[in-house]
């Protein structure tokens, strides 16, 4: 069998997602900012995919910037709040995308910002009341926390925070890479200053994505060399990207509700035969009082073969992930199951789902594990 089981790291394209993308290839060439009518059919394009993106989101198609994916918006929301907005504090937590902490290392070396941490608690979630001490301490800061963690799934009460941000007159930049296309947005509730978004994550292409900025918050050009993106983000755009995430997007949220449902179906079915079959097994984080439906990190019981439980999975033809896909390989482990303080000798795996997992395919998951750990205790 071959079984995919890595849908945070990156999903598998839409078929029509493809359909889309394909026929532009096809048929549309003209540089958009060309102003001969081949150049205006892809502009046309390009702005219905940012109306359709803003619909989704309720917020104006003018707040929608085209990025080249996740880790660019969340460097761009960053450094330009350091650079443009003044601000001197960024509060973020130890268990961010490495896009975010990395990106604020860099500064603090810099000398440019001085960086805060809020506690994190034992099940992995944000301490508010910290948070709120140090927005008391640290006004005008830039808070900069993720609303789903990639890793182990905990979600961030995101109107929660932009309230708090709101009355500390803080900006609040927040990497919703796991979030779009599987929960749903209200911008002209939320108190938000910038949303960062990769299309990969729900099954639109990979190197593409966009940078929500809202209105009041005025920035300078993130790249220069051309008045692409209103003067925002020099380059030619990724045209066939652009039209294929926001196709992506909008197949995302018409079937939102159904796919949910079938998703979280097959992480709760996971959740019950892993407790039923293998003995000892734990999850990090809070799988299923407040997590993001299509990700689940599992605690194995330890064993003499748990640094190569990811490559018998892999010969297993099943494909999962240690940790953040974006440092697959590393011998670093993972900073967020480090924040967590686990078991060392307890080797983990992160499953997470998409809309093609089926409970066939978790009956096979958790046979082989089953195989795999239950032979420890008749040795």
Do not use: W
Not at 171 to 188: I, K, P
Not at 277 to 305: K, M, Q, R, W
């Amino acid at each position: 069998m071959n079984i995919y089981l890595d849908n945070a790291a990156t999903t598998p394209m839409h078929p029509e997602v493809i359909s889309v993308m394909t026929t532009m290839m096809q048929e549309e060439f003209g540089n958009p900012s060309s102003t001969h009518a081949h150049g205006r059919i892809v502009r046309t394009h390009i702005e219905e995919a940012r109306k359709k993106i803003a619909s989704y989101l309720n917020c104006t198609p003018s707040e929608i910037f085209f990025t080249s994916g996740g880790t660019e918006a969340d460097n761009m929301a960053i450094r330009k709040s350091v650079s443009d907005c003044g601000v001197k504090n960024i509060i973020s937590s130890v268990i961010e995308h490495h896009a975010v902490s990395h990106t604020i290392e860099e500064l603090v070396k810099e000398g440019l910002v001085k960086s805060h941490y809020v506690n994190i608690l034992s099940n992995g979630h944000i301490d508010l009341k910290h948070l709120e001490e140090l927005l008391s301490q640290f006004p005008n800061a830039l808070v900069s926390l993720m609303h789903a963690n990639n890793e182990i799934g905990n979600l961030l009460d995101i109107d929660k925070v932009g309230e708090l941000c709101h009355q500390h007159n803080a900006l609040f930049h927040c990497d919703t890479v796991q979030t779009m296309g599987h929960l749903t947005f209200d911008l002209n509730k939320t108190h938000v200053n910038f949303l960062a978004c990769g299309a990969h994550k729900f099954n639109g292409p990979k190197g593409v994505g966009f940078i929500y900025i809202k209105h009041q918050t005025k920035i300078s050009p993130y790249l220069t060399g051309g008045s692409q993106e209103r003067n925002m983000r020099g380059g030619t755009e990724n045209v066939y990207g652009i039209v294929g995430m926001a196709k992506a997007l909008s197949l995302a949220y018409d079937h939102l509700e159904a796919e949910k449902k079938q998703i979280l179906g097959v992480k709760t079915y996971m959740i019950d035969q892993l407790k039923k079959h293998v003995p000892g097994v734990l999850f990090n984080g809070d799988p299923i009082e407040s997590s993001l439906y299509t990700v689940l990190n599992v605690s194995f019981p330890p064993a003499p073969f748990g640094e190569m439980l990811l490559f018998k999975l892999d010969i297993a033809g099943i494909s999962a992930s240690g940790g953040s896909a974006c440092s697959s390989g590393s011998s670093i482990g993972s900073h967020v199951l480090a924040a967590l303080k686990p078991d060392p000798a307890r080797p983990n795996v992160r499953f997470s789902f998409g809309r093609q997992n089926t409970n066939e395919e978790i009956d096979y998951v958790v046979s082989k594990l089953a195989e795999m750990f239950n032979s420890l205790q008749s040795a």
